[in-house]
């Protein structure tokens, strides 16, 4: 067999267990080959391309096999590929660590690694939980999340999702926690605005905290945008609010930055747009411009200070093979020198303005509900009674050149910050066929 003939990476491959689908619908669809990637497109055996439009998974951030994050991963790979840290430590984490906790005015100044979004979750529910029982508080084992919430897919991580998919088939291996109302802009009653709506889902949260604040360990949100719940958007308003009482009822207040952080929302942290320094801050996806697994959770003074003694069960307890990889920490700090140099926050803000005009038809269209945009991303509802419509979607989108990957019937799009008026325009182009189809 010649394993590097097209035919062989094209034939449905039951090697490979994809993630989130049913390997079934591969014999209708199968998974596009892709040779090679260049800025925002990716291209498959037979030439034909695709724009990037969700950043991969929303990793992406400077499109695909960037120069200067190529050559500083190959400058890495020539001098330590990886060093364990436990015991050790080495240039690139150190420099990162800096970096990073610079980015929250140095408020976080303790960088703990793990490999994913989820890695990143457990710890900080962890951390959190531990603290409490170090400060000598153990029955505060329990979390609040907002309704539709998604904080990745292990079972800690999964014990704070809100989605009823996970949970009839996980359930039973999953913590109980608390949930209380997404402060969703949608929900916008007529001449309400999304202050409004927000103020409404904090006293919500008021109630749960006065009632649970003694079992309870931490609030985990996704600040100003639940992704996966559909680029659910909400004011900054709720970020304050919610601090604030976190603060007030002893409850850690966790900022998944996951998907958000690294200018998503338009500025570097979501959670500077409601002036909101959390206790615990999670970040990972873009951190290293999609090229490698790599995430963080940046904690507090007073929650560094808790694990520090001469006892071994009072310290963290938690390690990952690979935590603070060498090269994904120099690939880190290669999308940092990016957003120095390049004014990247700034630049965007003038995408953001440029999109927002080219898709005044999308907003406008008669199917086309709740248009929305915070930062470098945007959203809309589509009404249709095409069963399937996400798939449907796709496919169309696909052979538009365009990758997308609506989630239900919200379609959006989070396209890489390298993005330019012919890239623009090919998207909204795309997405009005298909709309009118
Ligand atoms: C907000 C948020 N948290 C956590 C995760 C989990 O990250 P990972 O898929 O890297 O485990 C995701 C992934 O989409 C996410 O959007």
């Known amino acids: 067999m010649n394993r590097n003939n097209l035919s062989y990476i094209t034939r449905s491959n039951k090697a490979v267990w994809h993630p989130c689908t049913q390997m079934k619908s591969h014999e209708t669809v199968p998974p596009i080959p892709i040779a090679r990637g260049e800025g ?5 055996f037979e030439g034909r391309r695709y724009l990037d439009a969700i950043s991969s998974w929303w990793v992406n951030l400077f499109g695909h096999c960037h120069p200067e994050i190529n050559a500083a991963v190959v400058r890495q790979l020539n001098k330590l590929e990886h060093a364990m840290l436990s015991g050790l430590t080495h240039e690139p984490v150190i ?12 408020k976080l100044g303790h960088c703990f690694y793990g490999s994913d979004g989820s890695s990143a979750t457990e710890i900080a529910l962890k951390m959190s939980v531990h603290y409490w029982q170090n400060r000598g508080k153990p029955g505060k084992t329990h979390f609040l999340s907002l309704e539709e919430s998604y904080h990745g897919e292990t079972i800690g991580a999964l014990s704070v999702t809100d989605v009823n998919l996970f949970r009839e088939a996980y359930g039973s291996m999953m913590k109980t926690n608390l949930t209380v109302p997404a402060p969703d802009a949608r929900r916008a009653k007529q001449d309400e605005t999304d202050v ?6 904090a006293k919500a949260l008021e109630a749960t905290l006065e009632e649970h604040h003694d079992i309870l360990a931490a609030l ?17 308003h709720y970020l304050a609010r919610a601090k604030a009482l976190c603060t007030s009822y002893d409850v850690h207040f966790i900022a998944d930055e996951i998907a958000v952080g690294f200018g998503r929302t338009g500025t570097f942290l979501a959670c500077e747009q409601a002036r909101v320094i959390p206790d615990l801050l999670c970040l990972s996806k873009g951190i290293t411009g999609g090229y490698l697994p790599l995430s963080v959770v940046l904690s507090s003074d007073e929650i560094y200070a808790a694990f520090y003694d001469n006892r071994i069960g009072r310290g963290f307890l938690h390690s990952h093979s690979y935590t603070g990889n060498a090269l994904a920490c120099a690939a880190a700090n290669a999308v940092l020198d990016l957003f120095e140099q390049d004014n990247v926050l700034e630049k965007n803000k003038a995408r953001t303005v440029r999109m927002n005009e080219l898709c005044r038809p999308v907003r406008n269209h008669p199917g086309v509900r709740h248009f929305r945009n915070t930062g470098m991303i945007w959203a809309f509802e589509v009404q249709s009674d095409r069963p399937d419509f996400s798939n449907w979607f796709h496919l169309e989108a696909r052979q538009r050149e365009l990758l997308l990957r609506p989630i239900g019937h919200s379609v959006y799009f989070m396209p890489p910050y390298i993005l330019e008026e012919q890239h623009m325009n090919h998207l909204v182009n795309g997405i009005m066929e298909i709309l009118s189809s």
């Open 196 to 201: 409004e709506v927000a103020e409404t889902a």
């Open 95 to 106: 420099l990162l660590s800096e970096r990073l906790s610079e980015k929250t005015g140095g």
């Open 40 to 44: 925002v497109w990716l291209y498959d």
């Open 220 to 236: 985990i949100v996704e600040p100003l945008v639940q992704g996966a719940a559909g680029m659910v958007m909400y004011s900054p």
